[in-house]
């Protein structure tokens, strides 16, 4: 396992990191998985024992109970808190009322209050948050999140699914007011999804922000199991057909990866995640599993390497459309290229 740093900061966090959205099963999220607490216990041990020091769980999943239960798991494992970098997130609906939602400083002093008594921990070390609010000035959110950070029950912030405007601008703020900067964003990459190169990576890169990837292998569709004539019945995408995929761009994608997985003797599951590992821009991988097969299966793309021409028979296989003003904006730096 490798650890790298997240964002311009000195906290080093694992290449690969624990999802917990099957952790428990409430609402609409038992359409991700309905996971027990000994099963929760025993998916964080394997992965703490395979070098993971980085969970990543929000206030909505579950409605709160992928929290308890993993809080629950850290203390019925004995783990050593200090050693484990826990991310969570607040935007969510966690209520009935008017303000149970969104980005106000009402809702983020609630809910972090809340997130801290669920995991059962005295501070949060990522706390993110989960989306944009379009009603809550930035402003207003900047600054709630800089107070939760100097009370101590934060360490640091992060962002996750906003545009790349929102992001800029958010920097812009702190900058200007000496608030507590995001530090990461989290957002959905794939192999089959690459949407967040056209304006996002170039942004990250040029700020130093680190890039924490959910759903990896785009809903399950890229863990081998599907293909352009297998839909397996009890998969998640035949209850839950998220996130959009351009599906027959993504079975060419599959194609060439069961070739690369087939020469190499692994699983095409482990060449999609092994190519978001290989991409400089990632920081860390979330992986999320339903058993230990699933986990050990994920675990071992950090052994999975990529030759230049494999990378290059995956990038050409999955690249984006030209788009405006990225082509013209390549073609005009022709000649400044160093």
């Known amino acids: 396992m490798k650890y790298n740093l997240l964002g311009n900061t000195g906290l080093k966090v694992s290449e690969l990191c624990l999802g917990t959205m099957t952790f428990g099963g409430k609402g609409m999220w038992t359409a991700i998985g309905t996971l027990p607490q000994d ?45 484990l970098v826990i991310a969570t997130k607040v935007r969510g609906k966690m209520g009935a009322g008017v303000n149970e939602s969104g980005l106000s400083r009402k809702h983020i002093l609630q809910q972090v209050d809340e997130s801290l008594q669920r995991l059962q921990l005295d501070y949060i070390d990522l706390y993110q948050i989960h989306g944009f609010d379009p009603l809550t000035p930035l402003e207003e959110t900047l600054a709630a999140l800089d107070s939760v950070v100097s009370s101590g029950k ?81 998969a998640r995408r035949a209850n839950f057909d998220f996130p959009p995929v351009n599906k027959e761009k993504a079975y060419d994608i599959i194609d060439v990866m069961q070739t690369i997985a087939k020469g190499k003797g692994v699983s095409v599951a482990q060449i999609a995640l092994a190519w978001l590992l290989h991409q400089s821009v990632v920081t860390s991988v979330i992986i999320g599993a339903k058993n230990t097969t699933q986990l050990d299966d994920n675990l071992k793309a950090t052994e999975v390497q990529l030759t230049a021409d494999e990378l290059a028979q995956l990038d050409e296989i999955s690249k984006l459309a030209p788009e405006y003003p990225g082509w013209m904006i390549e073609r005009q730096s022709a000649d400044r290229k160093v």
């Open 154 to 234: 934060v360490r640091y912030i992060g962002c996750s699914n906003l545009a790349a405007w929102h992001i800029m601008k958010a920097l812009g703020i702190s900058e200007q007011k000496q608030f507590a900067k995001f530090i990461s964003l989290q957002a959905y990459y794939t192999i089959a999804g690459r949407d967040l190169e056209r304006e996002i990576v170039p942004l990250l890169q040029d700020q130093k922000v680190g890039l924490m990837v959910w759903s990896p292998l785009a809903g399950g569709l890229l863990s081998g199991k599907y293909g352009r004539h297998e839909t397996p019945e009890n």
């Open 39 to 83: 099963e929760v216990d025993a998916l964080v041990k394997k992965s703490v024992d395979a070098g993971i020091n980085f969970i990543d769980t929000a206030n909505v999943y579950s409605e709160g109970l992928s929290e308890k239960m993993t809080g629950a798991a850290i203390r019925n494992l004995g783990l050593h808190r200090d050693e």
